[in-house]
């Protein structure tokens, strides 16, 4: 009877340590995108996208990890990694459902100037990913420039929607 | 006998995984006055903060999550929002007793400008927290802008006066 | 027998828990830096240094906890906060390994300008941390600024090498 007791407790436990190292897994993942993309490492930051993610960005739209890694290997990311440059991911709301999770986050990118560094772009970003057998990937990157429009407000309105009594 | 000493261990495991657990939602928290801040949503802004809470910032004093409410929904806010911001919050340091916490981070405001953003604002943040019936809420939070006077040191020694052999 | 396959389920967690407070820790070390740096407190940023730790960036190689202590009361950093200055640590990438541990990330150092703040330093920072009876202490953290050179890039390059499928 209390061995019984005893194991609710125990299952209970482990599926909280699970949420809890999931998310640090995908605060790992989201902290892990900057180095990759400031070092013009393609493979490393396709690692961990899934095969069939999409990588979205204002008029832009990358489909699969390949696309991923052949954009972080291309001469026009080269060209701002030698120019020195830093994307930056903030602290991210992340909501986890079993073996899909969202986060919400600001990226910004500085890049350097003649004297100080200029941030060439903020954005809103929006991840989406699942868990595998090989574990968690990056299923789908929404981002969009703070701009005043409505695109990057509708991405922020996604971390929003998730609190307490929001509309 | 064995079993009294695994309750023992189940009992330090669930204490464990609480404060983890309110550490995550306290990270959470804070992650997501940006999004409420730039979609000018004071109702998601709000839900977050207990009833009776402050918010203060040089001159501004702010009471309850009603006045959170009302200045996030203001037409001071909205243009803010029109103009493109990006109200981002920095890894906080977070000191958790019991059913309080406090957190102290870096609050940063960038703003769209003609070619690159600008910061119009860099602020030390001093969070103070409350567990409730209903989950953790602020209840008071204190901004001073960075601007090398005595305030904003003052709510950044908060942070430093809980590092081990501090003074 | 069942009380015996308990008592394994409740050592793999304790391991876990464990884990994820070294994982908080770390965090909460990192966050820590720019409160002491930004109020020039030599004896709270020297804290949390190894004795014989080292401090490295660019040109300058500090020994010990007692030359960070040093670097944090010197009138050069002073004068930095009479300005007003904010050292801000982005999410980290961790890997613990027992009682060692490695995180990299970024540091930004925001001025206050006339108008606005300058960005005046944004570095890639490698900090190596041990676990000692009197809890984690950083032994090592190597910055170097970004300018496109291959220095930084190595720094972001360990963050790289340690994700899935990196070369």
Redesign the interface.
Known sequence: M??AE??D??AA??A??RV??D??TL??L???W???A??A?G??????WAENAVLQAESMHIEGSAGVRAMIDSDGQQAL??????H???????QIDGDRATA???G?V?L?GED???????S?NCWEFARTA??WHVTRRVAHV????PE??GL??R???R?????
């Open positions: 209390v061995v005893q194991d407790r125990l436990l482990e909280r340590v809890l190292e998310q640090a605060y790992r989201i902290a892990g900057g180095p990759a400031d070092t490492n493979q490393a930051a396709a690692s961990f990694v030698q120019q020195g440059c830093a930056v991911q903030s602290l991210p709301v992340v919400i986050n600001y910004r500085y350097r100080a560094y200029d941030i060439w772009r903020v809103a090989d574990g703070i701009d005043g429009g990057a407000r922020l309105g971390a929003t929607s609190m307490r009594g929001a509309p």
